[in-house]
């Protein structure tokens, strides 16, 4: 799987828009970008996904560039909760030995 | 629903001691995955069951771990005579194990410390 590599920390004020970038520039043709996030004292939990189109649900959106060898994920609306840290992932999504690899993250500080 | 759940949450053990550490995961998940998380590092890769396969043992870091999984349920996490060096928190997961993405669901951890 490509190695990616990420800020170690950023902050935001509450209510604003977080962006927290990711760099793969060694990312495959088959490999999906993959973004969990880490709460204090819990499991990761799924954030989004995507190949190489933009992505966008109700928790995030993901902004993959074209040559694919960065993306960003985007919390539009930063609240308390969200800090965490966030784990950035490229590996080839299938069923067989889906195992991930996560490196240091980001920690994101939500600040009031 | 229940999600992936884990006991015991804390784990305090002497150096020597083995430890068997349990995982339930969400009912009808196929795939089962065992990750360690030092204090302050990203996620380890351990071990990977799908179903009746041959578990994918290639992340255990030495011969004191083992895991088994009977059928598509629980799964125990075994480390023999321990070293402080094990201390960290262990995580679970599990997904429906289905060709394509499978998102994976995480249970909360057991926190080992090895004195």
């Known amino acids: 799987d490509a190695k990616t590599t990420q800020p170690t920390s950023m902050d935001c004020a509450e209510g604003r828009a977080a962006n927290l970038p990711c760099n793969h520039s060694?990312?495959?043709?088959?490999?999906?970008v993959y973004w969990y996030r880490q709460i204090h004292s819990q499991g990761p939990q799924y954030i989004i996904h995507g190949l190489k189109n933009n992505e966008t649900n109700e928790m995030a959106s993901l902004i993959i560039t074209e040559d694919r060898k960065s993306s960003t994920l985007i919390l539009p609306h930063a609240t308390l909760r969200d800090t965490a840290v966030y784990y950035c992932?490229?590996?080839?999504?299938?069923?067989?030995?889906?195992?991930?690899?996560f490196g240091k993250g980001i920690t994101l500080s939500v600040r009031p | 629903g229940a999600g992936v759940s884990q006991s015991p949450s804390n784990k305090v053990t002497e150096k020597g001691k083995d430890v068997e550490l349990r995982c339930d995961p969400i009912?009808?998940?196929?795939?089962l995955y065992w990750y360690r998380q030092r204090l302050g590092q990203g996620l380890e890769f351990l071990i990977y069951?799908?179903?009746?396969?041959?578990?994918?043992k290639s992340g255990l870091p030495s011969d004191r771990f083992s895991a088994e999984r009977t059928g598509e349920s629980v799964s125990t996490l075994t480390i023999q005579r321990t070293q402080q060096e094990d201390s960290a928190v262990y995580l679970c997961a599990s997904s429906l194990g289905g060709a394509g993405w499978d998102e994976q669901y995480f249970g909360p951890g057991t926190r080992l410390t090895v004195t």
């Open positions: 992932i490229v590996r080839v999504s299938t069923g067989a030995n889906s195992k991930l690899t």
């Open positions: 009912s009808g998940h196929t795939a």
């Open positions: 069951f799908q179903g009746n396969s041959a578990p994918d």
């Open positions: 060694t990312i495959s043709g088959n490999e999906y």
